[in-house]
């Protein structure tokens, strides 16, 4: 079985700063990537300062969030929020997605970002779906495909890399991951994925979502823990390039792989509220059965002090940031566009419960 290294990792923090054990976890492991959460963010300042900090302990750390636009948009507090992806499939003007994903990606850029976990490349094909929503571009492969290549060029010319979500696609489940276990649906849209990798993604983030159509022993496994069905996913999507992309697994302190987790006799600890997992109570054998399956990289909203503990030495004092106040300017005007122009396009029914566009 491969060994899952700190190299595999992209942790979350607690707060705004860093506290003295996230410091010396982070100078002691050096993992992949942190990935930042609103509860990181103060405002624009903060942010830049923050990312200074995290590069001046560990320099090749790859900074990255969950910057979609509409409802998940994690840094809006210090970069405002994105219009939302359903929005511009409503619109279905390519151009203009292209350039709000640039300012968007810009804007990411200015703050130290380097990588987005988006766009998002699932078709919403499921009424029930209780978790994309208005994530998506739309219920068509073709649009939904269209507007990823509009979204990755964007995003690539603001200054930011690419990872698509969340393969097999998440838009034709009826259940939510981060509680409990998950089929994809019965049709896979693989077409929006392969679509983002041609324009220019370099990376993939898999959904902990069962495909039972692929499983060769009548099993079920999330697609994050189906070796086969990764290896099968890299083969297809990575035909014509010249490496295949990384994979990205979705946040492993969810509950879809609890259940999984146990029938591959791994502990699996008492969910949390909304059935999340504590990540710090998380056995370094759920970790491993992710990477032995080929998952390149693993997300996790915290560190996980459990599987990889440091000692009680902890890394004090003041750690140098960004300008004070640096000055920054955006260019509203993609966001401005795409809100005038929806509200011009639908009329006073446009607000729909749930659609945070």
């Known amino acids: ?72 948009s994690q840094l809006a507090a210090a970069l405002g929020r994105p219009p939302a ?131 060769a022993d009548g099993t079920s496994l999330p697609a994050t823990l189906d070796s086969v069905a990764i290896d099968a996913m890299k083969s297809r999507l990575a035909s014509g390039r010249r490496h295949p992309p990384r994979v990205f697994a979705d946040d492993v302190s969810m509950g879809g792989l609890r259940d999984a987790m146990k029938a591959l006799g791994v502990a699996a600890p008492d969910p949390e509220h909304g059935g999340m997992l504590d990540p710090g109570t998380l056995p370094r054998a759920w970790f491993d059965q992710l990477v032995d399956a080929g998952c390149d990289l693993l997300l996790v909203r915290g560190i996980p002090f459990g599987a990889f503990p440091v000692s009680d030495q902890v890394v004090e004092g003041d750690f140098p940031g960004g300008e004070p106040n640096a000055d920054h300017s955006w260019d509203s005007a993609p966001y401005d566009e795409t809100r005038r122009r929806l509200w011009a396009h639908e009329g006073t029914g446009f607000v729909h419960e749930g659609m945070d566009l």
């Open 85 to 215: 992806a359903w929005g511009l499939g409503v619109l279905d003007d390519a151009g203009l997605t292209a350039r709000v994903f640039e300012e968007t990606g810009r804007r990411l850029a200015a703050a130290g970002i380097d990588r987005v976990l988006a766009p998002v490349g699932d078709v919403l094909t499921e009424p029930r779906n209780p978790v994309i929503g208005a994530r998506a571009f739309g219920s068509e492969p073709g649009a939904v495909a269209r507007h990823v290549v509009a979204a990755v060029t964007g995003l690539l010319q603001g200054g930011v890399t690419a990872c698509v979500k969340h393969w097999p696609g998440h838009g034709g489940s009826s259940r939510d991951t981060h509680r409990d276990s998950a089929e994809a649906g019965a049709e896979l849209h693989e077409g929006p994925f392969a679509a983002a990798l041609e324009a220019g993604a370099d990376a993939v983030m898999v959904g902990h979502l069962h495909l039972a159509a692929l499983a």
């Open 1 to 72: 079985m491969r060994r899952a290294e700190p190299r595999h990792l992209v942790v979350g923090l607690q707060g705004s700063s860093l506290t003295p054990e996230e410091a010396a976890w982070l100078v002691r492991y050096r993992p992949a990537g942190v990935i930042l959460f609103s509860r990181n963010i103060i405002d624009f300042n903060q942010l830049r300062s923050l990312s200074a900090t995290l590069r001046h302990l560990v320099p090749e750390l790859e900074i990255t969030a969950d910057h979609e636009g509409g409802a998940v």
